[in-house]
């Protein structure tokens, strides 16, 4: 069964920090390409940050410069550094797995994990 548990969300002034984990189970993580998504009240879910075994990576326009993303793929876990956080970066952040590897095809979701910044 796979799991995908995210963690490390909360309440942060503006200009404040947070660091996002996201535990794995239940696949063979080297293989994935793991992703952080949000989705903030009344808009659609969009893509964060994404990271490949490799250790390349994507982001937003909106995070470049602020956000980090890693993996430690010993530990099956995803991390989210996101330093300089705005208001507008308030939202419901998910971890996200995709694999298109033969025997290994899946796209998998946490449950995701709430970050409020104040102004």
């Known amino acids: 069964q796979v799991q995908l548990v995210e963690s490390g969300g909360g309440l942060v002034q503006a200009g404040g920090s947070l660091r996002l984990s996201c535990a794995a189970a239940g696949i063979d993580f080297n293989i994935y390409v793991m992703g952080w998504y949000r989705q903030a009240p009344g808009k659609q879910r969009e893509l964060v940050a994404r990271?490949?075994?490799?250790?390349?990576?994507n982001y937003a326009d909106s995070v470049k410069g602020r956000f980090t993303i890693s993996r430690d793929n010993g530990k099956n876990t995803l991390y989210l550094q996101m330093n300089s956080l705005k208001p507008e970066d308030t939202a419901d952040y998910y971890c996200n797995a995709q694999s298109s590897a033969r025997g290994h095809v899946g796209d998998y979701w946490g449950q995701g994990t709430q970050v409020t910044v104040s102004s």
């Open positions: 990271i490949i075994s490799g250790g390349y990576t």
